[in-house]
């Protein structure tokens, strides 16, 4: 199960202290949905990896460390502070301010495209289907203009072609799905893993799925880890 111990936080960027919690503990026994969202069994993570002042809406990693400069203050008080009046922070919210944060700052659309993505992901967790779709175009948005600007690196096409095909189709614009699945399925770039991205193109063209794997049980503590997994963590940590 997933582990969290209440801590305190101070902004950086306007000194105010909140409450948060910080994960200590998470597992991997969870589904893995269509669009590559894999959930821990229990209280989902992904939940917890950011934090937001509610004072100002300065957004950070969990893990990021540093120190305020003028530039990025002078950002959150023009681009994210007006919304706090307009939305409660919501899990969602806190990867959008992120996201606004960082591409502020010259993060390349790719980056940008996948903390997106993780609104997506917290806005279906917890029901907001309006915020769900809204964050759905937002990862097509910036996956294809790094598309365009030759920004995929060639070890994510795989995942970034069918993930613009999942996004479409989870939008209910079939033929646009149909067009990504396709080129995913047309592919022919030398990767460890075309095998599974092809199969889950063709299975999401013809016979749609919402998971690619069920909640699994604990394996033992010497067991290696699956092959999904292998391939999530290879995906996202670049190896």
Same mark, same amino acid.
């Given at each position: 199960?997933?582990?969290?111990?209440?801590?305190?936080?101070?902004?950086?960027?306007?000194?105010?202290?909140?409450?948060?919690?910080?994960?200590?503990?998470?597992?991997?026994?969870? *589904?893995?949905?269509?669009?590559?969202?894999?959930?821990?069994?229990?209280?989902?993570?992904?939940?917890?990896?950011?934090?937001?002042?509610?004072?100002?809406?300065?957004?950070?990693?969990?893990?990021?460390?540093?120190?305020?400069?003028?530039?990025?203050?002078?950002?959150?008080?023009?681009?994210?502070?007006?919304?706090?009046?307009?939305?409660?922070?919501?899990?969602?919210?806190?990867?959008?301010?992120?996201?606004?944060?960082?591409?502020?700052?010259?993060?390349?659309?790719?980056?940008?495209?996948?903390?997106?993505?993780?609104?997506? $992901?917290?806005?279906?967790?917890?029901?907001?289907?309006?915020?769900?779709?809204k964050y759905r175009r937002k990862?097509?948005?910036?996956?294809?203009?790094?598309?365009?600007?030759?920004?995929?690196?060639?070890?994510?096409?795989? $995942?970034?072609?069918?993930?613009?095909?999942?996004?479409?189709?989870?939008?209910?614009?079939?033929?646009?799905?149909?067009? %990504?699945?396709?080129?995913?399925?047309?592919?022919?770039?030398?990767?460890?893993?075309?095998?599974?991205?092809?199969? %889950?193109?063709?299975?999401?063209?013809?016979?749609?799925?919402?998971?690619?794997?069920? *909640?699994?049980?604990?394996? *033992?503590?010497?067991?290696?880890?699956?092959?999904?997994?292998?391939?999530?963590?290879?995906?996202?940590?670049?190896?």
């Amino acid at each position: 199960m997933t582990t969290l111990v209440p801590i305190e936080v101070t902004c950086l960027c306007c000194g105010v202290t909140f409450d948060s919690q910080k994960v200590t503990h998470t597992n991997n026994f969870g *589904p893995v949905t269509t669009d590559t969202f894999e959930m821990a069994a229990g209280e989902q993570p992904i939940r917890f990896l950011v934090y937001t002042c509610p004072g100002c809406g300065y957004t950070k990693a969990s893990a990021e460390n540093g120190s305020m400069d003028q530039e990025t203050r002078q950002i959150v008080e023009e681009r994210i502070t007006p919304k706090l009046d307009e939305m409660e922070i919501s899990s969602s919210r806190k990867w959008e301010f992120l996201a606004i944060l960082k591409e502020a700052k010259g993060l390349d659309d790719f980056a940008v495209g996948s903390l997106y993505l993780r609104a997506v $992901w917290c806005s279906s967790l917890d029901g907001q289907k309006a915020d769900e779709l809204k964050y759905r175009r937002k990862v097509i948005e910036y996956f294809k203009k790094a598309f365009e600007k030759e920004g995929v690196m060639e070890d994510r096409f795989y $995942w970034t072609a069918y993930l613009m095909g999942e996004m479409y189709r989870r939008l209910g614009d079939g033929l646009n799905a149909r067009i %990504w699945f396709d080129r995913v399925i047309a592919m022919n770039y030398k990767h460890p893993d075309r095998a599974f991205w092809v199969k %889950w193109a063709t299975q999401q063209k013809t016979e749609p799925m919402e998971y690619m794997r069920k *909640p699994a049980s604990p394996p *033992p503590e010497n067991a290696a880890k699956p092959p999904l997994l292998k391939r999530m963590l290879r995906l996202f940590n670049g190896k």
